[in-house]
């Protein structure tokens, strides 16, 4: 059986066993795409930006989905008040009641349909349904080019500066690193989940730095897929030649760079937290 024909069989199958198909989901008087849409706003709210990057919607299919819930008493929509160009959905006490009412009828599905299975079984499933949550949304990360300045990349390298405070001995201290000629940020239902950028140090070289990917997503291809994207960067601005550089705690890096061709080299700059040296020349 091809990839293709086993993701298909096992979409028909889940959907069927979830209640996907019925329009009624879990008989709380709601289609699946409105009961998602109320899961996804919450008990905090959401803005109708971030829930349209969040469940890949259209703009316009979105609003027909909220004015369904504003229709039926469970959420309002209102402007932010410390920003007006931004618009807030809310659930009200009612929809409050209904998400609770979802959250419980969700589990208790869940527990039915894992019943049947021994203890063996229900470890497979769940390592086996992990997998297949991260791999999936790995194969469905969006790669942007971003302004280094904008708020969707500064949220990435607080990330990044972020983990190497915690992951070496004495901290880190970024200082005032120059700016990035291009950066590039993936994205996972409109979150950040690995940047990296580019920078020119040399006539023929440029340099990949604040390369990053989230604890959570690694294991999943999703770094190796990011530096390959660098890279092909790289080879749009003319440059024959790729250096970065890494501190000897950062494992998992190391190895990247090592399966991905990049040869060790001397110390070619006066980073104070790097310890490894690395270049690639690109065809």
Request: with cysteine; glycine share 10%; net charge neutral.
């Amino acid at each position: 059986m091809t990839a293709v024909e086993t993701v298909r069989r096992f979409n028909r199958t889940y959907t069927q066993r979830i209640g996907a198909l019925d329009e009624s989901f879990l008989g709380l008087g709601l289609p699946l795409g409105a009961a998602r849409l109320l899961f996804e706003v919450g008990t905090t709210g959401a803005g109708v930006g971030e829930l349209r990057e969040r469940l890949g919607l259209d703009s316009g299919y979105l609003s027909r989905l909220l004015r369904d819930l504003e229709s039926r008493g469970l959420a309002t929509t209102e402007r932010d008040p410390g920003d007006l160009r931004r618009r807030v959905v809310r659930l009200t006490q009612t929809g409050r009641a209904l998400l609770r009412r979802l959250d419980r009828r969700s589990d208790d599905l869940a527990a039915r349909l894992v019943a049947p299975l021994t203890d063996r079984q229900r470890e497979r499933l769940v390592a086996a349904l992990a997998t297949a949550d991260l791999l999936v949304r790995a194969a469905t990360v969006e790669l942007h080019e971003v302004d280094p300045a904008s708020a969707l990349a500064t949220t990435a390298v607080g990330h990044y500066l972020a983990e190497l405070d915690v992951r070496f001995p004495a901290g880190f201290d970024p200082g005032m690193p120059p700016p990035l000629d291009t950066f590039t940020v993936a994205t996972s239902d409109g979150a950040p989940v690995a940047c990296g950028g580019v920078q020119q140090i040399a006539d023929d070289v440029d340099e990949i730095k604040r390369m990053w990917v989230d604890p959570g997503w690694r294991g999943a291809g999703l770094g190796s897929r990011l530096l390959r994207h660098l890279e092909d960067v790289v080879r749009g601005r003319g440059r024959g030649v790729v250096r970065l550089d890494t501190n000897g705690t950062l494992d998992e890096a190391i190895a990247m760079y090592d399966r991905a061709g990049y040869r060790r080299i001397e110390r070619y700059n006066d980073n104070p937290y790097a310890e490894l040296f690395f270049e690639k020349t690109l065809s």
